[in-house]
């Protein structure tokens, strides 16, 4: 796994658009909405492939952006250091694997704790990686979209 370069996102824009098809609620990207969303910038987005050590072709990618908190009445800690669960696609590494590696890359960044959410396909990991469920429910209202209700599991849509 190393981190995304600009020369990766076209590949990788049209692999995360081939993955997010799979929901009922996802968005397309263009090859500079993918840019602009997810190349890395240091203290704002981290994205990461892993290419196939014989054909050097990307096959997974993963990604998390950063979302600082004060922290308020605290004379030791003024920040909290948070990482967010952004976009990912997985074709050869398992998610598991994929998801793990972010955990450890967000580590090793100073990032205080790591947070995603149920959708995409986050479930079928999140209780395996020890994630602790959070006490309030994410409810996305699309402004002038006729939409019906969509189940977590179905939402391949992130927003910051």
Request: proline share 4%; aromatic share 12%.
């Amino acid at each position: 796994i190393r981190p995304m370069k600009e020369s990766d996102c076209e590949v990788a824009c049209q692999m995360l658009n081939k993955n997010l098809s799979r929901f009922f609620l996802a968005p397309r990207l263009s090859l500079d909405e993918f840019k602009h969303w997810l190349l890395p910038r240091q203290g704002v987005v981290y994205s990461y492939v892993v290419e196939d050590q014989t054909t050097h072709e990307l096959t997974d990618m993963v990604s998390f952006y950063s979302l600082p908190s004060s922290i308020l009445g605290n004379d030791k800690h003024r920040t909290l250091r948070a990482a967010y669960s952004y976009y990912y696609f997985n074709n050869k590494t398992p998610l598991i694997t994929l998801m793990t590696d972010a955990l450890i890359l967000a580590k090793r960044l100073d990032f205080d704790v790591f947070n995603a959410l149920d959708i995409l396909d986050n479930e079928s990991v999140l209780k395996d990686l020890k994630f602790g469920i959070g006490d309030g429910h994410l409810q996305y209202y699309m402004y002038n979209w006729r939409c019906p209700s969509v189940k977590a599991h179905q939402v391949g849509l992130v927003l910051l």
